[in-house]
Every structure is written in C-alpha cells, then in structure tokens.
C-alpha cells in the first residue's frame, strides 16, 4: 500500500466515524426533544390535577360547612322535640290528676 491509499483510507474511516458520531448525536437530540415534550406535557397535567385538587378542597370546606350547619339544626331540633315532650308529659300528669280528682268528686 501506498501512502495515498492509506491516507484515503484513514480519511475514509474518518468519514465513517464522523457519520456515526452525527447519527448518534442525533439521535441524542431527538431523544432530548421528547423527554422535553414529555416533560411539558407531564407539567401541564400536574397543573390541571393541582386545579382540580384546590376545586375538591373548596367543595370539601363547603360541604364540612353545610354539614356542621345541618348537625346545628338537628341538635336545635333534638333540644326542641325534648322540651316539647317534656311539656307533653307535664300536660298528661295534669290531665291524670284532673281526671282523678273528677273521679274521686263523681264517687
């Protein structure tokens, strides 16, 4: 061999390593834009199920709100259904006792 064949072949070689540094920097590249992608895409669903978690925050608070005012009622409710039976009961003794002195005037 002569040295200009050994120099094309060295060139030659060259060029193919430089095709295949290029394929896989490029390759590289492509890989880099879709993790970029991906990435992006990933942040954008992040920040809607961080949305969507502050709305169902909101709803719960609400809905613990409207749940302590219903448990305020019903104890309200409970207290008054108490009292009135209370009176109920009072109002029965008077009867059983006007009832007994009626029968005990009739004898």
Do not use: P, W
């Not at 030659?12 to 834009?33: E, H, N, P, Y």
């Amino acid at each position: 061999m002569n040295t200009k064949e050994e120099f094309q072949e060295y060139k030659l070689q060259q060029l193919k390593r430089s095709r295949l540094t290029a394929v896989v920097l490029g390759m590289a590249a492509i890989l880099c834009v879709l993790f970029l992608i991906y990435g992006f895409t990933q942040s954008i669903e992040a920040t809607r199920q961080r949305d969507l978690a502050v709305e169902m925050e909101k709803q719960a608070v609400e809905a613990k709100a409207e749940a302590n005012k219903q448990r305020d009622i019903a104890r309200t409710q409970t207290e008054l259904t108490i009292q009135k039976q209370k009176e109920i009961e009072l109002h029965i003794r008077n009867l059983e006792e006007q009832l007994v002195k009626c029968a005990s005037k009739r004898k």
